[in-house]
Nanobody
């Protein structure tokens, strides 16, 4: 069975950093599209950063580019999201997701979801 489990969410002050982790099982991390998404209260779920399964390119939402970095360790079956210079607008529940095929970071292309980990940026 295919599963993804994320962790690492926390409370942090503006300007701080967090690293989220997503452990996957049931598939090879480098064979599938994987990504990070987030949903803030009252807002739609949005793609934060994804690995495309088409060409393994990395995609970032404009709002996080230059501040967030996605990476993966195939040996540990784990994907990471390093978040630096966090802002109050980054407050959301962050989800890890996977799909056998996805060329972009659109949530409706992803079929396997974790339960989410909350990130709160407060001053």
């Amino acid at each position: 069975q295919v599963h993804v489990v994320e962790s690492g969410g926390d409370l942090v002050e503006p300007g701080g950093s967090l690293r989220l982790s997503c452990v996957v099982s049931g598939f090879r991390l480098d064979y599938w599209a994987t990504g990070w998404f987030r949903q803030a209260p009252g807002k739609e779920r949005e793609g934060v950063s994804c690995f495309s399964s088409v060409d393994d390119s990395i995609l970032y939402a404009p709002s996080v580019k230059g501040r967030f970095t996605v990476s993966r360790d195939n040996g540990k079956s784990t994907m990471y999201l390093q978040m630096n210079r966090l802002e109050p607008d980054d407050t959301a529940v962050y989800y890890c997701a996977a799909s056998p095929w996805a060329a972009d970071c659109e949530a409706d292309k992803f079929t396997v979801w974790g339960q989410g980990t909350p990130v709160t940026v407060f001053s």
